[in-house]
Every structure is written in C-alpha cells, then in structure tokens.
C-alpha cells in the first residue's frame, strides 16, 4: 500500500500507474468509491496564470473563456490547464460520503467546505459556469467534485464573503511560511511586490502578525495594476497596513529601481522582500532591492525562482530564497485569521469593485503588456503562448537528434523559423542548411537539381558539371520546403537517397555518398496525401521519424502581441523613426483571424508603419488595412471610382461584397455552419452561396 488512505489512484483512467496529479485523466463519474466524498460546487479559485491564460487565449470572452474551460474538463475530467500545468481550488457544500469512519476530519452531508488540494488532483464535472469573477481569478458554478479520504479540507463557518477567503485559501502555504519566516528573523522592513491589494494587504497581515506593530511594509506593484481600482484607491485603502506603495513598470527592473530608490534611499537595502507577483523583471527587482545576507520569499515556484538565483548569483549577493506552498493542518486557520483581522479592508475593496462591475478591459490591457514583457525567445523566435512555448520545447528537444523531421502547418506559420531553431541548435549548426522550395522546381530538371549532373549530361549542361542539393548539404540540412509538390516518380528517387546515403549524378557513374540530415515541410499533411495517393507511403515513414505541427496564429493569440511589438521596432529601426501602436491598434490585431499567420501579421504591421502620418497608430488604421486585407482591395476600388466619377454596376457590386463576406466568414469560422451562424443564415442559405461563388 502507497498510502492507507484513499488520496484517489482508483480514478485514474490514463495513462494508468500515475498518481491522480499528474495522470491526463481521470474518471469523474458520479458513483462514490470506498473512501469519496461528493461536494457540490459553488465557486472554483483559479491559479492566476491559470486563469491568464485562458483570458488570453479566448480573447478575454467570457463565453468562449466558459467552453474552453468545459472542453479540458470534458477531456480530463479534471480542471487542470495543460499550457501551464497549473490549476487552483475549490469550495462548495458536501454532498455524501461513502464510509464517512474513513475520513479524519469531522465533516458531514450539508457542510461547507474548502478544499485544500489542488484540481490538478480532484475529479470534477461542471453542469453550468454562471460567472467568471475577473477581479479574483474566479468561476461561480454548479457541478460536483469527487475529493478521497487524504484530500485535506476545511470548514469555514464565519460570515466572510467566498471571493477573497477562497483567495485566501489558495495561498494559505504561502502566508504561513512568510509568517514563520519574519517570526524567526524578527525584521522590521518589508517590501512586498503584489500582484493586487487583497494579496498585497494579506502578506502585509501576515508581516505583522509575526513581529508586532512596529514594522513597516512598502509595497511596489506594476503601474498596469491587474484590478479595477486607481492608483490613489490601492494606495487608499492598504494604509496604513501598508505604509507607501510605488507603481513602476516591473518589466524594466533597472529603471524601476533607480526611480523607487531615488524617491526613498532605504529601499536600495531591505531586509525581507515577498515576491507575490508573476511579472518577469519583479524577481530582479527584488533581488535589486534585498540586501545581502538578506530574504526573498516567493509566494510561487511559478514567479520566476530560478532567474532570481541566477541574477543574484551575477551580482555576487547571497541571498536566502524561500517558496513553500504545500498544505499543513494549522494553515487555513491562520489564513482566516488573517482575513478577520482585515476584513473591513476587503469588504471596502469588494465595494470599489462593484461600482465598477468587471475589470476585463483593464485586465485584458495588462495582461497583453505581460505577454509583451514576457516573451520568450530563441535565437530570433519570438512567443509567448503557452501553445508556442510547448511546440518550442519539442524543437529544442528534437534538434538534439540527428534524425529527419517533417514541419506541418499553414502557409506563414513560420516553417522556417523551426528550420532555423533546428539547425542552430543541432550538432550540424557549423555546416549548410539548404533551402529548397520543391514548388519551383520543374519535373524535367528535378534530377539533376538534387543529385547535381556530370559535363556533358545533356544538352546545355555546363563544363565540369555541376553538384546538386544533397552535395551541397553534405554533413549539414537539407529543407526540402512543399514536399509534397514533387512527383511520385521523384519521390521515388529520394526514398534510395535517404535509405542508402548514395547516389549517382545524372549522366555519371560514380557513386556519391553524403551524410546529411533532410527536415521536409509541407502546408497539407503529408498523411493526408498519402491516403489520398499523392506521396508515397515509403517515403512518408522514412521521413516522420519525429513530426513538428505548427499552429497557425488564430490558435495562439498571445503571439500575435509580442509579434506585433517585435515587427515594429523592426521596421522603425529600420525607416529611423519612432512609432508605437496604440491600445485600439493592439486589440484590432488581437482580434483578426490571420489566415495568412505570422507573414500576413508582419506585412500589415509593416504597412501600418509606413502609412500611419502619425507617432501611434491608431485603431482606425489598424481596422482599415485588416478590412482591406479580409475584403480584398474591392472597398477601396470602389471609392475610387465614386470619387473619379465612373459609372458603376449596382448588381456586379453587390455580388462582389457577397462574395467577399462569405469569403470571409468560411475563412474566419472554418465550417459552413459556423459561418452561417456568424452571419445569421441559415445554413443551407450559406452553402447554396458558396456553390453559387464557387468558394
């Protein structure tokens, strides 16, 4: 036995021989085993990066945020986030127990309950998702959850309102070991970097719950704060358990940190600083900020930890780190303690943020200048969406192995830009990566182009011959671009070469033996040709040793902002001159469907750039090339000749705008259905239009 108590292995479905944390999916059916308890659910806390990243990447709508949610529960029986692996907690009213004698705590049908342990853990189904409380990372919902015997849970009977003691909750570990921390070290100054006042006024609680009243806290938080409260309102209401509150751009840490010690000189040597912020640069400054010999205290792993160790490491500065989040009996009781202790303070904010109804505009603002800070590089690969991040973690990994490899996706994907991670990173990034495009290649020349040919091989053939691709790239990459172009009797040919690592030149008698590494492209899989009979079965296996799949750039939003920002310093940078884009711009971009992916973002952005009379690019602009751009040039046409006088026919028009719409929302919504619902026919309308168009 791992354990006596049930902690809910039997729930497990796959893959099997995990422990219910870390399984894909588990069994969240209704009938309770030896040692479950059902509760059914009022409110789940989501872990913020979490839940920012499904604001992000459903564009923060809630409708779409609600369905996303459903479908990973749908397909995990769990709500546990596969992009950040991350999940939250939950609370609710205990439905039935089944051999209550199994259970240690004194609970009962009819209580109210916080969970303690994790969703990546819990089996959970959700009937209806009534609200999405942008202000806490939260879900008002209807459902159940299945939680075992070893789950840890607690009651909570005290008239305190759910959004911030779930909150509260989540971060209990957390607000303990500050406490623990600051009781045994018995500093008096404090910096806490906070992601929001509720956070920021429990860390300060908890400071001064372990060393009295004679301390001082100075909290520090992006100037793009994540809640719907003014700068003087945070300010307002954390004083004075908060003495003074800075708001500075976390993202550029250096110039934070001249600005906040310039304006008070005892911030350049604290000594405890409680990171409670996500934002990459807020562990920099942190590590800036605490002296030496000195505490930082994350109140997650997730915040950056092992950067804060390199950066203090760069600066010779021993520092102490701490990051303990894992459950202990006493936690949620001191955490509740805590939220007695302020809870006027939070009732006061509940109050501001109901005046203002949700925040998402605001969160949704910040969250796009996170994903800005935030992105992640390699070489000149720029991403940000968890979706990119995991399809750059298996290039990294695949370009260790000297093996070929087909790149799947859209035209404009960025193909290449895999190419190039591949070979910078492989064993042969000192030799050629060879780029061909077998699209532009013609049947009659395709031989001789990749086995090169001898003098005198034919008619026109140069003297001395001339070597072909494969020998060009010998002991380096060959990237055959649109594979699936060339002709069955090529294919053929390439096969040998690929399983002998020889060849002859047309019209030689030598045999040639290369040693290189051929990585295939191609914007239609290559299985569908090959069911469809138009590659040839062989070749598709010798080549799928290992498969990148590229997802186009509707699938991962979050790109299409540090994208965007990246193109155009490009082209400033360039055109020596300073343009930004402006918050309308960045939603027009946000919002675009991208059939053309990265290519067409680059292209508009650089068009933006050029056409703009002004320093920021407004929306307007934006929506006026992405018009152009999902319409055709027809809109412009057509106020041209309005505007030169031509005679123009009505009916032709008419049927061009239709064409154009239609055009548009298939592309758009990918299925007739969808597109007749986005447009408000009926489907059979739609599709009688699309035959009619020939779209």
């Not at 532009?440 to 011959?465: D, H, M, R, V, W």
Request: net charge negative; glycine share 6%.
């Amino acid at each position: 036995m791992i354990t006596d108590r049930n902690f809910g292995l039997d729930r497990v479905m796959e893959p099997k021989g995990l422990t219910p944390a870390t399984a894909w999916r588990l069994d969240n059916s209704w009938k309770l085993h030896s040692g479950e308890m059902r509760v059914r659910l009022e409110r789940i806390h989501l872990e913020w990066d979490n839940f920012q990243q499904l604001c992000s990447s459903c564009g923060f709508d809630e409708e779409r945020i609600k369905a996303k949610i459903l479908d990973i529960i749908h397909r995990r029986g769990k709500l546990h986030n596969p992009f950040t692996k991350t999940a939250g907690v939950l609370m609710g009213i205990v439905d039935e127990l089944c051999e209550p004698d199994l259970f240690m705590d004194d609970i009962g049908p009819g209580d109210k309950i916080y969970s303690l342990t994790s969703l990546c853990s819990i089996p959970l189904h959700i009937e209806e998702i009534k609200e999405v409380d942008f202000n806490y990372g939260q879900l008002v919902c209807s459902g159940y959850a299945i939680l075992f015997a070893a789950s840890p849970v607690c009651q909570i009977k005290e008239d305190l309102s759910p959004d911030y003691t779930l909150a509260a909750i989540d971060d209990a570990g957390s607000l303990f070991g500050v406490y623990q921390v600051a009781m045994e070290q018995q500093m008096k100054d404090f910096v806490i970097i906070g992601r929001n006042a509720c956070t920021t006024m429990l860390y300060a609680a908890a400071v001064r719950e372990a060393v009295g009243p004679q301390y001082r806290v100075t909290a520090i938080m992006d100037k793009n704060v994540r809640e719907n409260l003014s700068h003087e309102e945070i300010r307002r209401v954390m004083h004075p358990l908060v003495k003074d509150t800075y708001f500075v751009d976390l993202t550029e840490p250096l110039k934070a940190y001249e600005e906040i010690t310039r304006k008070n000189a005892e911030l350049m040597s604290v000594g405890q600083v409680i990171i409670a912020e996500d934002i990459r640069g807020a562990e920099t400054l942190g590590v800036m900020i605490v002296k030496a010999l000195g505490t930082v205290y994350f109140n997650a792993v997730e915040n950056h930890y092992a950067e804060a160790q390199m950066v203090a490491e760069s600066m010779g500065k021993f520092v102490t780190m701490y990051a303990f989040d894992q459950y202990i009996k006493d936690y949620p009781e001191f955490s509740i303690r805590l939220l007695r202790h302020i809870q006027m303070k939070l009732e006061e904010i509940n109050r501001l943020y109901a005046k203002r109804n949700v925040h998402r505009t605001l969160a949704e603002n910040h969250a796009r200048s996170i994903l800005i800070a935030n992105a992640g590089r390699e070489d000149d690969f720029i991403y940000q969406s968890a979706v990119t991040k995991s399809m750059v973690e298996d290039v990294m990994n695949v370009a260790r192995y000297d093996c070929n490899v087909i790149i799947q996706g859209e035209t404009g994907v960025g193909k290449e830009k895999v190419l190039s991670l591949i070979h910078q990173n492989s064993e042969r990034h000192g030799n050629p990566c060879i780029k061909i495009n077998c699209a532009t290649i013609t049947e009659s020349l395709a031989e001789s182009e990749f086995f090169g040919y001898e003098s005198g091989a034919f008619t026109g053939a140069q003297a001395g011959g001339k070597p072909g691709y494969f020998e060009m790239a010998n002991n380096g990459i060959l990237f055959l671009d649109e594979i699936g172009t060339l002709s069955l009797n090529m294919q053929s040919k390439l096969l040998r070469v690929l399983q002998e690592n020889q060849f002859y030149r047309v019209g030689g008698t030598k045999q040639i033996s290369v040693n290189v590494r051929v990585i295939v492209a191609n914007n239609v899989p290559l299985r569908t040709l090959v069911d469809k009979g138009e590659f040839r079965e062989d070749l598709y296996y010798r080549l799928n040793i290992c498969r990148i799949d590229v997802p186009p750039l509707r699938e991962r939003r979050e790109d299409i902002i540090c994208l965007s920002e990246a193109f155009i310093r490009n082209w400033c940078n360039k055109y020596k001159i300073d343009k930004a884009l402006s918050p309308d711009a960045v939603s027009q971009l946000y919002e675009y469907y991208w059939p053309g992916n990265v290519r067409e973002l680059e292209n508009v952005v650089h068009r933006l750039v050029i056409s703009s009379k002004d320093e920021i690019i407004s929306g307007e602009e934006a929506a006026n090339i992405l018009s152009e751009n999902a319409y055709g040039d027809m809109r412009l046409n057509v106020t041209k000749s309005f505007q030169q006088g031509e005679q123009l026919d009505f009916h032709q028009l008419m049927d061009q705008q239709e064409k154009r719409i239609i055009e548009y929302a298939l592309k758009k919504e990918g299925t007739t259905r969808r597109a007749a619902s986005l447009l408000g026919l009926p489907q059979t309308t739609l599709a009688r239009k699309k035959l009619k168009y020939g779209l």
